[in-house]
C-alpha cells in the first residue's frame, strides 16, 4: 500500500495562476481531508469529503475548491493564486468506522506563491 | 469553538532524559478524542499517540505516554528515554464530529523539541 500521497511535492504559482493539487489514496478510506500548514501554526483544514461526490466547507475555505469525483482521489484547486496561498499542504484522509477514526496524512505539497 | 493550545513554542533535552510536552484545550463537548503527531523534518505527519475522552486511564505507547486531566482540559505527552530521532515539531490536536458527519481535527500551533547528543 502506498498510502496517501500527493502529487506535485513543490510547486512555484505567480499571482493569479491556477493549479490543481492531486490527493490520492489505495486505502478505500470513506473520508478525505485537505488542510494548510502555515510557519507557527498547526494544520488548518481547508475542504473535506466524506464520501464521492461529496464535499464540505472547512476552517479556511476562501480561494479553494475541490473536488471528488472518485473514491480514491481528492482534487484541490486554486482559480487565482495569491501570495497569501504560500503554505504547505496536507492531504488525509481516514475510514467511517464509528467516531474519532485515525487520519492518515500524505507528505504534503510545498506551495510558493510570488 | 475547540481550541487547542501550546504554550511552549520550544523545548530542549538531553538524549536519554525525559521531557514533558503541555497542551491545554477548551470545549463544551463531552465526548472526543484527543491526539499528539510528530512532524520530522520530512514533513510527514505521524500519529504519536491517541487518547479517549471518556476513558479515566492514561494511554501509553512504549516510550510515550499521556497525562489526561479532563476536568483541567489538559492533555501532556511524556517521552521517556528521549532519543536523537525524536526531534520533531509536536501537534496536539482534538478530534470532534461535523455537521457533515465526519470528523475534524483542530491543531495547536505546535512546539519544536530537539534532543541532543
Known amino acids: 500500500n502506498a498510502g496517501v500521497t500527493q502529487t506535485p511535492k513543490f510547486r512555484v504559482l505567480k499571482t493569479g495562476q491556477s493549479m490543481t493539487l492531486l490527493c490520492a489514496q489505495d486505502?478505500?478510506?470513506?473520508?478525505m481531508y485537505w488542510y494548510r500548514q502555515d510557519p507557527g501554526m498547526g494544520l488548518r483544514l481547508i475542504h473535506y469529503s466524506v464520501g464521492e461526490g461529496t464535499t464540505a466547507k472547512g476552517e479556511v475555505p476562501d480561494g479553494y475548491n475541490v473536488s471528488r469525483l472518485k473514491k480514491q482521489n481528492f482534487l484541490l484547486g486554486l482559480e487565482s493564486a495569491a501570495p497569501s496561498q504560500t503554505s504547505v499542504y496536507f492531504c488525509?484522509?481516514?475510514?467511517?468506522?464509528?467516531?474519532?477514526?485515525?487520519?492518515?496524512f500524505g507528505p504534503g505539497t510545498r506551495l510558493t506563491v510570488l | 469553538a475547540q481550541t487547542v493550545t501550546q504554550s511552549q513554542p520550544e523545548m530542549s533535552v538531553q538524549e536519554a532524559e525525559t521531557v514533558t510536552l503541555s497542551c491545554t484545550y477548551d470545549t463544551s463537548e463531552n465526548n472526543y478524542y484527543l491526539f499528539w503527531y510528530k512532524q520530522p523534518p520530512s514533513r510527514q505527519m505521524i500519529l504519536v499517540i491517541r487518547q479517549e475522552a471518556y476513558k479515566q486511564q492514561n494511554a501509553t505507547e512504549n516510550r510515550f505516554s499521556v497525562n489526561f486531566q479532563k476536568a483541567a482540559k489538559s492533555f501532556s505527552l511524556k517521552i521517556s528515554d528521549s532519543q536523537l530521532g525524536d526531534t520533531a515539531m509536536y501537534f496536539c490536536?482534538?478530534?470532534?464530529?461535523?455537521?457533515?458527519?465526519?470528523?475534524?481535527?483542530?491543531f495547536g500551533k505546535g512546539m519544536k523539541l530537539t534532543v541532543n547528543p
Open positions: 486505502m478505500n478510506h470513506e473520508y
Open positions: 488525509a484522509s481516514s475510514y467511517q468506522r464509528g467516531n474519532f477514526n485515525e487520519q492518515f
Open positions: 490536536a482534538f478530534m470532534t464530529v461535523t455537521q457533515g458527519g465526519s470528523e475534524k481535527l483542530v
